[in-house]
Nanobody, 123 residues
Framework: QVQLVESGGGLVQAGGSLRLSCAASGGTFSSYGMGWFRQAPGKEREFVAAISWTGRSTYYADPVKGRFAISRNNAKNTVYLQMNSLKPEDTAVYYC????????????????WGQGTQVTVSS
């Protein structure tokens, strides 16, 4: 059983930056592909970014390409999401997720989820 705890959310002005962190425990972190998803009020949960267990492969949703960067530190069992040039439409609850042995961009492929962290971008 893998536990995931996100942190780093908050309120930021448009154009600002935030870095989200997701700390994992209870499993072999380096065996899991990791992803970030987000869900805004009244909307479906959507894919944001994913990274392979080695960190060599990364994937991004079109709306965040060039602004967000996913990375991981397997020695610290942590995955990060650096978010730059934030826009009001980035406002959502951001979730970290883990999938065993592969990387995925679809939420139902993931095995474990964190509780989420709120990101609010003011205009």
């Amino acid at each position: 059983q893998v536990q995931l705890v996100e942190s780093g959310g908050g309120l930021v002005q448009a154009g600002g930056s935030l870095r989200l962190s997701c700390a994992a425990s209870g499993g072999t972190f380096s065996s899991y592909g990791m992803g970030w998803f987000r869900q805004a009020p009244g909307k479906e949960r959507e894919f944001v970014a994913a990274i392979s267990w080695t960190g060599r492969s990364t994937y991004y949703a079109d709306p965040v390409k060039g602004r967000f960067a996913i990375s991981r530190n397997n020695a610290k069992n942590t995955v990060y999401l650096q978010m730059n040039s934030l826009k009001p439409e980035d406002t959502a609850v951001y979730y970290c997720a883990a999938v065993f042995g592969r990387v995925a961009t679809v939420h139902h492929d993931y095995d474990y989820w964190g509780q989420g962290t709120q990101v609010t971008v003011s205009s």
